[in-house]
């Protein structure tokens, strides 16, 4: 697509608006309730929905379908990602009515160092076709490491902090306990951080790790940096509401790695043979109409088999209803 200077300078505004509401709704810390969560999920959807029609009418069905191939990967491995911010919250033990507030915070920090992950890939796949050799091996890696991942288990899982999280820590020092939503406080006439800061960082910077195979996965279903950025946007705008809606729920997706894994594996796939096509090799190359079906099909299943194998489990406590 060819999307102007103002037409991204627009579209940067709409999101960023959309951001500030997000953050004036959210704004006072409370409890969220399902119900609260289950209709600002579906707000986002339909949003990202109208935005993915309003592609339709603007470049037709080719970039439509690679919006809505690339939202649902990317929404898809969010929810895996879900797991993880769990573990998070666990570990720096955050009061439920500052959770929000933590995800907020941390989804707008993923969501502008990941326009920076957007830019470097679309330059670097300008310069060097042979990159899609190397997102399409590294997909494949990703996709059998989930698989062992997904064979070990989460029972007895435990978040580690990561080598940045610890020399902040270091440097800046942590206070003992929360403190409201302050991010530093005065303790013994020196600035500290507060556990607030420290669980906020955690889950900006974990994904951004996490943004190095969902970032390669959607370069393998457009290679348009509009698309790509905008459906990352979209996919991780709705994450604070989808983590409080399906929060008790994600244990019971025993089988969601697996599914991601054949996702991953099948895009690397893909832009294997895009490779081998651009280097002027005669074979096959996967459409995105085929892709997104196949998407779609494959979390289906993975979600069915999943609700089948954990049926008759007790949901765990979750949020406030």
């Not at 991204?8 to 119900?35: E, M, N, Q």
């Not at 929810?79 to 009061?95: E, H, R, S, T, Y």
């Not at 005065?186 to 800061?197: A, D, F, H, I, S």
């Not at 599914?259 to 096509?277: D, N, T």
Request: charged share 15%; net charge positive; glycine share 10%.
């Amino acid at each position: 697509m060819n999307i102007s200077l103002t037409g991204w300078l627009l579209t940067i505004a709409a999101l960023c608006a959309l951001v500030g509401v997000d953050f004036l709704i959210g704004r006072k810390p409370h409890d969220v309730s399902v119900k609260e969560a289950g209709i600002w999920t579906v707000v986002w959807v339909v949003l990202a929905c109208l935005f993915g029609l309003g592609l339709l009418f603007h470049g037709g069905s080719g970039p439509t379908g690679e919006f809505f191939a690339g939202y649902i990967t990317e929404k898809s491995l969010s929810v895996d990602n879900l797991f993880v911010f769990v573990l998070i919250m666990g570990k720096f033990a955050v009061p439920s009515q500052y959770q929000q507030r933590v995800l907020m915070v941390g989804v707008l920090v993923a969501l502008v160092l990941r326009a920076g992950f957007i830019a470097a890939g679309a330059a670097i796949i300008s310069a060097f076709s042979w990159v899609f050799y190397v997102f399409g091996a590294f997909l494949i890696w990703t996709a059998w490491k989930l698989v062992q991942d997904a064979r070990k288990g989460h029972e007895n899982e435990e978040y580690e902090e990561n080598k940045l999280l610890k020399i902040a820590e270091r440097r800046f020092g942590v206070a003992d306990r929360y403190h409201g939503t302050k991010l530093f406080i005065r303790e013994n006439g020196k600035r500290v951080m507060t556990p607030m800061l420290v669980v906020m960082l955690a889950i900006g910077s974990t994904d951004v790790l996490f943004a190095l195979d969902s970032i390669p996965a959607i370069y393998g279903l457009t290679q348009d940096p509009y698309i790509v950025f905008t459906a990352n946007a979209f996919a991780l705008m709705g994450l604070r509401q989808l983590y409080f809606l399906i929060g008790g729920l994600l244990k019971k997706l025993v089988h969601l790695s697996y599914g991601l894994s054949i996702i991953l594996g099948f895009i690397g796939v893909k832009l294997v043979l895009h490779a081998l096509h651009e280097s002027g090799v005669h074979v096959p190359e996967i459409s995105i109409p085929f892709s997104l079906g196949f998407i779609v099909l494959v979390l289906a299943v993975t979600t069915f088999t999943s609700l089948r194998a954990t049926r008759g489990q007790e949901t765990e406590p979750g949020v406030k209803s």
